[in-house]
């Protein structure tokens, strides 16, 4: 267990739906990192936030949006969904920097 | 092109054999981790090195940090079928505020 939670598990949507997914970071980290998932693709970097303020972004699409609260959660809001985004959604939590990330167990999405 | 390349893609091999996966870059990196993923969990860290040339054990496991700290190796000693998984190696950049992945090596260990 890495002390980061993830909710939910799975979450199975239509095209076109908005949905959000949650993060806890461990206890201590400020910083949270989104990755998305596909089989096709590895792990592919979309943002990262270090005490409530967005510190890098990767491949993240102009759908796609977070956030981090000032208790240090997180949220991933995916909109306007396609086919194209089922993928599984890991978040990860560290220190902030070059530091080391503990992934949470990810959400599974279904885009049907 | 991606910034860390690992090698091989996939590897398949018989419990009790010995290998060694690699992770290789142009640039130079602050520090490097390796992870294992198993399918539909979130990836499990297994160690972080951070001074070119060092060494790192971990059971059977055996990690190596390139003296340009450019590349790293992961061996593995009399594997097991337990070490099947995907490991994915991940580095920070010196003059970066995130880490890189690689696109890891799927490792399938047959009984």
């Known amino acids: 267990d890495s002390g980061v939670t993830q909710t939910p598990k799975h979450l199975i949507t239509a095209t076109g739906q908005r949905v959000t997914l949650r993060c806890s970071p461990r206890?201590?980290?400020?910083?949270v990192y989104w990755y998305q998932q596909s089989l096709d693709q590895g792990l592919q970097f979309l943002i990262q936030?270090?005490?409530?303020?967005?510190?890098a972004k990767g491949n993240i699409l102009e759908r796609f949006s977070a956030q981090q609260f000032p208790d240090l959660h997180s949220e991933l809001n995916l909109s306007s969904l396609e086919l194209g985004d089922s993928a599984l959604y890991f978040c990860?939590?560290?220190?902030?920097?070059?530091?080391?990330?503990?992934f949470g167990p990810g959400t599974r999405l279904t885009v049907l | 092109t991606q910034l860390l390349e690992q090698s091989p893609q996939f590897l398949s091999i018989q419990e009790g054999e010995n290998l060694t996966v690699y992770c290789n870059s142009s640039?130079?990196?602050?520090?490097l981790q390796w992870y294992r993923q198993e399918p539909g969990e979130g990836p499990v860290l297994l160690v972080t090195?951070?001074?070119?040339?060092e060494v790192k054990k971990l059971k059977r496991l055996t990690f190596q940090f390139g003296d340009a700290r450019k590349d790293s190796s992961l061996h593995i000693t009399a594997a097991q079928p337990g070490d099947t998984g995907l490991y994915l190696c991940?580095?920070?950049?010196?003059?970066?505020?995130?880490?890189?992945f690689g696109d890891g090596t799927t490792l399938t260990v047959k009984p």
């Open positions: 991940a580095g920070a950049l010196t003059n970066a505020g995130k880490s890189t």
């Open positions: 640039s130079v990196f602050s520090s």
């Open positions: 936030y270090y005490n409530g303020e967005e510190r």
């Open positions: 206890s201590g980290d400020l910083s």
């Open positions: 990860a939590s560290g220190q902030g920097g070059t530091d080391t990330q503990y």
């Open positions: 090195v951070v001074t070119g040339g």
